[in-house]
Each structure stands twice: as structure tokens, then as C-alpha cells.
């Protein structure tokens, strides 16, 4: 039996290795492990265990069954007959001669945005690649939404949410009135390397006020100075809850958008409450984030989506981005054709 990591995505460290039984554990993250884990195992002729241990100790205190995926990138909860959880380990039968991916959340690296962009046919966007991947959708003198997304490389299905995002102003035309600026993927390191919310310790959300640090998020605040930001929307996922959400403070796309549950916005003392009850950490709230720093400096509206990462459908949440974007800009009429696409 093998283990394999040596691609994008992967993450894992290996502790023991014998002839069946592999001893693996997510990478430490400062003190705790890390939530996002992903390898390949492949199996000889006899049947294996693989033994993940120190789930009890991630970073966030999540229910932690594995999905496993197959050659053409579909996940599926691992059966209940296939793993057996003891006291921090879970262990995960391997038949003979099978060959899997294991993985906390389906894997979406570079590639999968590179293949997506590669189905785009439109001339009104524009794709760039300098400190990061970056699209803007229409004429850049009318008002600009800024959207980013993989801020925490671990949070993946904020991609498939960006995608249909992205599919929905094409097809909907939404560009119309506005121009839309999107940076998919802003921590592409920790998203090859499969991190889950850290790159080299920084937390990008918390590095907005900094220069020099961060070459993504200087390109990011650089083109704002060039656009009309009317709008920031920063997409995530949230290990804990069993829902999405958005949080805002905007009356008018709390009455636009009716897709997806909308929270008020927390106050500092709110976020730092949670963070220790439900993350078993303290957060330092005085760093600014993303929306509040973009906030402040533009006096824009602004937007934090957060999905569930209990609940893996990759196919509604790129719904969940198509109909949420033309809702919030008040084209209602994107249900009828909605692009399903297989995946
Ligand atoms: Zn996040």
C-alpha cells in the first residue's frame, strides 16, 4: 500500500509506514492540525488500514469523515461500513488492489480554475495573470464589485460558488451596468501546498493593512485605486455551521437576496466570542479584515459568504453563486437557465 502526495492539493504528513497499515496525520497548522487534509492511497494485493490520526486536535472542532474521491474528481462521504473512529484516530479500510483520493473537502487547485476559465467565450472578459489569477467582466469606468474568494486556501467551495458567480454575469448579462473585478483564488501558495488557513503563519484575511508582505493582496489594493468600488464580497466557508450564510449591514441586498439565509453583521466582540467558544482560540479582532479594511477605505457596501463545509454538494453552490449574484443586482429572471453542468 502507498501513499501518494506529490501534486497540488495534496496535504498530509506521513508518521509510520508499514507494508498495510500507514499511520497519517494532517499537517500541524501553528499548534493545532490542520482541517483540510487530501492524498491518494493505492493498494497491493492484500488489504490495508490507513490510521488518520489527530482529528481531535484541528484547528476546528468539525465532525471529520473523509470524503473519498475517484478518477473523475467526484467525492462521496466515505461509507460508514469502510472507517471506524477510536479516540483522536479514524480508521480507513483499503480493499486490494483499490486506488482513492482522501480528502477532508473536495480539492480545487489552479488547475480547476485554469480549466474553467478555459470554457469562457465572451469578449467582455478579461483574464489576467500577474501576482494572481484575475477577471474583470465589463467597462472598468462603471461601478465595480470586487469578489475574491480562497483567502483560507482550505475553504474550496468558494470556488465552485465564484465559478457559477462568474457564469451568471456572463450569462445574464449583468456587466450591463456594472463592472466586475474577481480574484478567484488569492492565496494560490497555500492552495498548491494544501493549506487550510495559513500561509508561511499569515492569515491573509487579517493582512490588509500591511504593504509589502503579501504580493496578492498589494495587486488587489493597487487595482482598486483605478476602479469605482461600489461593492466587496469575500467568499468562505465556515467549518462549524451547518448552513450558508452571508453577513451584511446593506438593507437593500438584504431584501434582493432570498437564496441563502442573511445574518446581521457581528461586532468585534461578537467574532471574538466565537472564535473562542466554537474555535477553542483567541483572535487578535483588532486586525482588520478584507471587508473592513476595503470598508473603510472606500465607504463601499460589502458582503461575507459563508459556506458550509459539513455539507460538500459542489453542484448547489455553484447555483448558490449563480442566482445569488443576479439577484443581489436585481435580475431576478436567471432561474430559467441556469447552466447545469455536470461535475
Ligand atoms: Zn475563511
Not at 483520493?101 to 488547475?111: A, G, N, Q
Not at 462603471?142 to 450569462?171: M, W
Not at 469605482?228 to 467568499?235: E, G, L, P, R, S
Amino acid at each position: 500500500m502507498k501513499i501518494r502526495t506529490n501534486y497540488p492539493g495534496s496535504s498530509i504528513d506521513i508518521i509510520e509506514e508499514k507494508e498495510n497499515r500507514i499511520i497519517v496525520s494532517p499537517k500541524l497548522e501553528g499548534k493545532k492540525y490542520s482541517n483540510y487534509y487530501n492524498f491518494i492511497v493505492s493498494n497491493d494485493d492484500k488489504e490495508g488500514i490507513i490510521v488518520l490520526k489527530n482529528i481531535n486536535n484541528q484547528q476546528y472542532n468539525a465532525e471529520a469523515i473523509p470524503l473519498v474521491g475517484n478518477i473523475k474528481g467526484n467525492y462521496i462521504k466515505l461509507d460508514k461500513s469502510r472507517y471506524e473512529v477510536n479516540e483522536d484516530s479514524l480508521e480507513i479500510t483499503v480493499k486490494p488492489n483499490e486506488e482513492f483520493e482522501v480528502s477532508s473537502y473536495p480539492r480545487y487547485t489552479k488547475e480547476n480554475l485554469d480549466a474553467f476559465l478555459s470554457t469562457i467565450d465572451s469578449n467582455e472578459v478579461t483574464i489576467n495573470s500577474r501576482a494572481l489569477k484575475e477577471i474583470i467582466i465589463g467597462d472598468k469606468e462603471k461601478e465595480a464589485v470586487f469578489i475574491i474568494g480562497r483567502q483560507h486556501p482550505g475553504e474550496t467551495l468558494s470556488s465552485y460558488f465564484i465559478e457559477g458567480v462568474i457564469n451568471s454575469i456572463i450569462d445574464n448579462k449583468l456587466y450591463d451596468n456594472k463592472c466586475f473585478v474577481i480574484y478567484p483564488i488569492v492565496n494560490e501558495q497555500g492552495v498548491e501546498d494544501g493549506n487550510h488557513r495559513f500561509t508561511l503563519g499569515y492569515d491573509y484575511n487579517r493582512m490588509w493593512n500591511t504593504k509589502g508582505v503579501i504580493e496578492e493582496i498589494d495587486h488587489i489594493k493597487s487595482q482598486m485605486e483605478d476602479f469605482k468600488v461600489k461593492t466587496f464580497i469575500d467568499v468562505h466557508c465556515d467549518e462549524v455551521t451547518k448552513q450558508d450564510y452571508i453577513r451584511t449591514k446593506e438593507e437593500d441586498i438584504k431584501n434582493l437576496v432570498d437564496n441563502i439565509q442573511v445574518l446581521a453583521d457581528q461586532s468585534q466582540l461578537k467574532r471574538f466570542v466565537r472564535a473562542l467558544v466554537k474555535q477553542r482560540k483567541i483572535i487578535n479582532v483588532f486586525d482588520k479584515t478584507a471587508r473592513e479594511y476595503v470598508q473603510d477605505k472606500y465607504g463601499c457596501e460589502s458582503i461575507l459568504i459563508e459556506l458550509s463545509l459539513s455539507n460538500i454538494d459542489r453542484e448547489e453552490r455553484y447555483n448558490l453563486g449563480y442566482s445569488f449574484i443576479s439577484k443581489m443586482m436585481g435580475a431576478t429572471k436567471d432561474e430559467t437557465h441556469i447552466n447545469s453542468r455536470k461535475r
